[in-house]
């Protein structure tokens, strides 16, 4: 059997279906597992071992449709679902299993506040699509792997943070879900250990500011690492505090304990952090509270506002990120730190 899974971005979103992609190897005999993503997704799941061939769309969707056509494939396991995936699936007209993207929930929680969204989280939902196949959660949570020659010097990182330190992710794919710098720097300062700062280049300025207020206690590697090897130092770490972005599902594929800080997104949305299951839990899909925190602005009327955020808060208030209790946050993370060491 040939299985070709679909899943385009976001790099959260795609570490989401590993679960799935891992248990569709592991349960069917002799299944060979293709994937196609974006282009620029490529490192998320270019070292993934239940992947026997991968895929990658740019700009030229008929190409793509081509090269497809000339695999032949079993079924189509669509997990994005939207106009692209259905051009896919036409073209290539062999079975299809598409996961439930509650498309119309999402709307009225996000835009009218009626929660209708069952609770199934994402990954959930990507491992129910596969159920006509046998296929079933086997609980042992989210998948990143690294390429063998990913790796970090000593002299990568500041001598001060060998012993261990608290990875901050302060990136994030919109400003909505991100914490002003203030509050960062808070934070920080009330961190008890050393703090790693984790993001792109787009956040390596933000990052001299928050870094700015202690430069021996907080190294900023916004920018200064490839994808992959940011992901080595989320592993490395004893804890991570990470906004509504990729780096959060990354820490949970390593177990980290994490501190997820809620803006524009919610974990209502079935986003939220995921992790191996235990157990009588395993059926139920039911996730060990004790691995994390979800930090959140309680009683906030327009909460979520999107499902992926936004340049700028539609109220303008930003109440969702300014309100967020850094004292609480900390001290979680603070605890965190103290029960890896």
Avoid at 29 to 48: D, Q
Avoid at 152 to 172: C, R, T
């Amino acid at each position: 059997m040939r299985l070709l899974f679909i899943r385009f971005s976001s790099i959260g979103d795609i570490v989401f279906t590993t679960p799935a992609i891992r248990a569709a190897k592991q349960q069917l005999p002799g299944v060979e597992i293709h994937f196609l993503t974006k282009s620029s997704m490529k490192a998320v799941t270019e070292a993934n071992p239940y992947i026997d061939c991968f895929h990658y769309f740019d700009k030229d969707l008929g190409a793509t449709i081509n090269e497809l056509q000339t695999v032949g494939f079993d079924y189509v396991i669509d997990l994005h679902k939207n106009l692209r995936t259905l051009k896919i699936k036409k073209a290539l007209g062999v079975p299809s299993l598409s996961y439930h993207k509650l498309s119309w929930q999402k709307l009225l929680l996000t835009k009218l506040h009626i929660n209708f969204m069952p609770t199934r989280h994402i990954s959930d939902r990507c491992l129910d699509t596969l159920a006509p196949l046998g296929v079933v959660n086997d609980g042992k949570g989210l998948d990143y792997f690294l390429p063998d020659t990913i790796q970090l010097s000593p002299a990568d990182l500041p001598a001060l943070h060998s012993n261990g330190y608290i990875a901050l992710v302060i990136g994030a794919s919109f400003a909505s879900k991100k914490l002003p710098i203030a509050q960062l720097q808070d934070l920080c300062t009330q961190l008890k250990y050393p703090v790693v700062l984790i993001g792109g280049k787009e956040d390596a300025l933000e990052g001299e500011q928050v870094a700015s207020i202690d430069p021996i206690k907080i190294f900023n590697a916004c920018g200064k690492f490839s994808l992959h090897q940011s992901a080595l130092l989320v592993k490395q770490s004893k804890t991570v505090i990470s906004h509504d972005t990729g780096f959060l599902y990354i820490a949970c594929a390593y177990h980290k304990r994490t501190v997820a800080i809620w803006g524009a997104t919610s974990p209502a949305l079935q986003v939220g952090p995921y992790y191996p299951l235990t157990g009588l839990d395993t059926a139920a899909g039911k996730n060990d509270m004790d691995m994390y925190f979800n930090s959140i602005v309680p009683n906030l009327p327009c909460q979520p506002c999107s499902n992926y955020g936004s340049k700028q808060c539609p109220q303008g208030h930003f109440a969702c990120m300014r309100q967020q209790n850094i004292t609480t946050i900390a001290a979680k993370a603070n605890g965190y730190y103290e029960e890896a060491k």
